[in-house]
C-alpha cells in the first residue's frame, strides 16, 4: 500500500487509505445502487427483518 501511495505521489496525484467505515458505507451504496427497485415491500415485513 505505501508504494502505491508513493507511486502516486511521484505522479502528482493525490490519494488517501480508507477507513473500515468508509469502506462499508461505500459497500452499502453499491448495493442500493444495484437493488431491485420494482418490488414493494410491507412494513410490517421489514421490521419483522429488523427484528430478527
Do not use: C, H, Y
Amino acid at each position: 500500500m505505501r508504494l502505491i501511495s508513493e507511486v502516486l505521489k511521484k505522479m502528482g496525484i493525490s490519494s488517501k487509505s480508507l477507513t473500515l467505515e468508509e469502506k462499508e458505507d461505500f459497500g452499502l451504496g453499491l448495493a442500493m445502487k444495484e437493488a431491485d427497485r420494482t418490488k414493494r415491500v410491507s412494513a410490517n415485513l421489514i421490521i419483522q427483518k429488523l427484528k430478527s
